[in-house]
Each structure stands twice: as C-alpha cells, then as structure tokens.
C-alpha cells in the first residue's frame, strides 16, 4: 500500500492520536496508508530532554523515507507561515523525490496574512519592523513551499477554532492524489 | 572548491547583495565558495508573478544541488522561529546529504522565545491561544531544524538593529567547519 507521510503541526494538539487516527482513517478510505510522527515506538528512558528531541528527529526522517507521498498540513502556525518542522519536513521529501501534496485551513493568501499580521506595528507598509521585504508572488506561503508541490495546495475556510482540527481540507487533499 | 549555500531571511534585506557579497568574502577567507539564493540569472520576462515564485524555488534547489555545505542563518524571523524558505531548505540539503550548520542572532533558546512571545496573549502557560503545546527539549528551535545539523548552531548575542545583519556568528561558523 502506498504510505502518505502526515506532515503538520497536529502533533502539538492536546490529543495528537486523536487527529493522527481521524487521518489514518481518511487515507485507508482512499486505499492509502498514513503515518503519523509519533507511530515509531521510542525509547525515551534515561534521555535528556535534547537526546530525546534528537530521537524524534532522527525517527522522523526514518519515517518519511518509508513513505512515497507527504500529505503536510501548512495551515499558518504561531505566526503567518506554517510550521517550521513541517516546511523542514516537506523540503526533505521533496529531495527524496517524494510527491507532496498540502492543505491549509487558512483562505487568505501569504502576502494577504503578511500584511495583515504585521500592521498590528506597521500599518500600510509591505515591510516589516526590520525594513526587510514581504514576498509577492500569489502564492499560499513561501516560494519554497509552493513550489515543491505535486498538486494544487488544497485551501478551505473554517471556524476559528477548528483551524487545526478540521480535516475537510485534508481529505480533499487525499482525494485529489487519486486523481 | 567547497561550495556552501547560503540560507536565510538575508534575502528580504532591503539590499540583499550587500550581505551576499560580505557572506561571500567571509567564505572566501576560509577556501569556500559562498553560493547566494540570488545567484543564478533568471529571466522574468513575461512571467506571471507565481511563474517567477516557482523559477526562483526550481533555481534555489537547483543552487543547493551544486554544493556541499548548507549554512542557514535561523535568527527567529516573524515569529519565534526561524524563516519557513530556510528550513526547507535546510531539510532538502538534509536529505540530499549535505552538511547543514547554522548560526543564530538571537541568544534565547526556543521555549524561551515561545513563552515570550505567545505571553503576549497567555501569560505563564506552555500552550499557546489554541491550547497547542509548545516543544520543550533545550533546543535551539524546532526538533528538525537542530536535528539537523553536523555540528554545534553558533549563538551569538547582538543588537536588535543587528539582528539580520551581524557575521559575527556567520564567521563563527564558517570557522567551525575548518575544525
């Protein structure tokens, strides 16, 4: 079976288990098998916290290398881009040769949220407080992330506090590697 | 000789190829040769603005391709974490079996930086306004990035108005792949 690697920041939920089984559930559905971060079993015992941090990295990238397809959720994370170890993650597979897919739960485009977040202390300006640049080019963020993409990035509206729960968009996302 | 890709936020200064020719220099004092995002001539004629976003992401991997060495700059930018386009890049030079270092402006380590920042919201909590957990392993930011390296991230401490355009760090570390 084709194994779609679960890319996003849902491991930070309350209940990660929870969204990664919804996911798994989604992609068995579509003839698929999803793999969450968290499904290798780890042994933390006797670790310091930065051993245990390098396991889970070290286990990761194991992970995607079993996989052919990362499906990433880069739904705009603790500022207006994704998460960082799920753009890490993407531009890792990515060089494996591996499709990536991705939705976002989040319409707006990135120069739109840059904009938008960042006149909080400048309003009006397309640079930030250190004078650096915004990028501008119609996409959903980064031109690294937009542009390692297999297929169109999925983007879908929902309610405020299902921004990282709500899997509507992801399961488009799925669908859409079928064809 | 060596060549090393540059990747950071250095990009969105408002004159990048100042700080490329500097990083270059640096490099060149060391035997490197210093290879800038901006580096290959492309041409923009009669693109859409998303053409252009995907030429310069076909010809960031393709720069990335060509070297031995990532040294990122992952001074948090927009947030508490580093810039999205360097850490996917980071994790494509990762997978490609580059050796990845990296330096830091900014002194305080990633749960830290996130406490700080989202106390702006919820004061003393270790989740953010999503009730999402933030990652505590003594690291520099998030487990990919640090994972990562081939060897120590430089931290250097420098004035806000240095934030993004200090070498200290930068030549620090170029001197640490010497040994």
Excluded: H, W
């Amino acid at each position: 079976m084709i194994r779609i690697y679960l890319a996003g920041p849902d491991v930070f939920l309350p209940d990660p288990l929870k969204v990664a089984q919804e996911k798994k559930d989604i992609c068995l559905k579509y003839g698929f098998e999803g793999i969450f971060p968290l499904d290798n079993q780890l042994n933390f015992k006797g670790l310091s916290k930065q051993q245990i941090g390098l396991l889970i990295s070290k286990s990761n990238e194991d992970l995607i290398k079993t996989c052919q397809i990362i499906v990433a959720n880069i739904t705009p994370f603790r500022g207006p881009s994704l998460d960082v170890g799920t753009a890490f993650e993407i531009g890792y597979g990515r060089a494996l040769g591996l499709s990536i897919y991705a939705y976002s739960n989040v319409a707006e485009n990135f120069i739109t949220r840059n904009r938008k977040y960042f006149n909080l202390i400048f309003p009006k300006t397309d640079r930030d407080v250190n004078n650096m640049s915004f990028e501008n080019f119609d996409m959903i963020d980064n031109l690294m992330i937009d542009g390692a993409m297999s297929g169109k990035i999925i983007i879908t509206s929902v309610p405020e506090n299902e921004k990282y729960t709500n899997l509507v968009g992801f399961e488009e996302c799925i669908k859409n590697i079928c064809g």
